[in-house]
T-cell receptor, first 110, second 112 residues
Framework: QKEVEQDPGPLSVPEGAIVSLNCTYS??????FMWYRQYSRKGPELLMY????GNKEDGRFTAQVDKSSKYISLFIRDSQPSDSATYLC??????????FGTGTRLTVIP | DVKVTQSSRYLVKRTGEKVFLECVQD?????MFWYRQDPGLGLRLIYF???????EKGDIPEGYSVSREKKERFSLILESASTNQTSMYLC???????????FGPGTRLTVL
């Protein structure tokens, strides 16, 4: 079983839709949770970084962590064509290396 | 802004060639990482380094080696390239163990 599972998509939504991206994980020691966005032919860039359970909001983006279910989500409100990218979840347990999901490819259609 | 640069965006090599991929960061970060990214497999850690001249194996080190002679530079070496090493290679750096990793733009390597 993989440490981190992520639906690869692809996911297509109309402009303005609310997007929900999700990852599940198996290691209950994970405490630090991240979402990276990767545009085509570019390296990943950090979008959101949360510690332990709860919600974190930044503009149109909200990250949720449910440690009891081992489930994390990224919500994008009022999605824009510029949000079209691959979204990678990542997580770590303490000062250890990151475990990445395989990424979900999102297309927002104008 | 943190800048992580990689020596080539695209590279085509022949089977058996020795390949060098260079990564440079300009923020005095201690930690540097090399990943490869393949469809359906995500990012997999090849090697990382927490200090100059120090290296640690990641999840898939076979067929690779690394060099870190200066703090800002981390090189990935394919001793004898094979077709199954065709991939996107991403370098990352971070300061401290808990902070975000900053990624370079990637090198798409094709081995023929």
């Amino acid at each position: 079983q993989k440490e981190v599972e992520q639906d690869p998509g692809p996911l297509s939504v109309p402009e303005g839709a609310i997007v929900s991206l999700n990852c599940t994980y198996s290691n209950s020691a994970f405490q630090y949770f991240m979402w990276y966005r990767q545009y085509s032919r570019k390296g990943p860039e950090l979008l959101m970084y949360t510690y332990s359970s709860g919600n974190k909001e930044d503009g149109r983006f909200t990250a949720q962590v449910d440690k009891s279910s081992k489930y994390i989500s990224l919500f994008i409100r009022d999605s824009q064509p510029s949000d079209s990218a691959t979204y990678l979840c990542a997580m770590r347990a303490g000062a250890n290396n990151l475990f990445f999901g395989t990424g979900t490819r999102l297309t927002v259609i104008p | 802004d943190v800048k992580v640069t990689q020596s080539s965006r695209y590279l085509v090599k022949r089977t058996g060639e020795k390949v060098f991929l260079e990564c440079v960061q300009d923020m005095d970060h201690e930690n540097m990482f090399w990943y490869r990214q393949d469809p359906g497999l995500g990012l997999r850690l090849i090697y990382f380094s927490y200090d100059v001249k120090m290296k640690e194996k990641g999840d898939i080190p076979e067929g690779y080696s690394v060099s870190r002679e200066k703090k800002e530079r981390f090189s990935l070496i394919l001793e004898s390239a094979s077709t199954n090493q065709t991939s996107m290679y991403l370098c990352a750096s971070t300061v401290g163990a808990y902070n975000e990793q900053f990624f370079g733009p990637g090198t798409r390597l094709t081995v023929l």
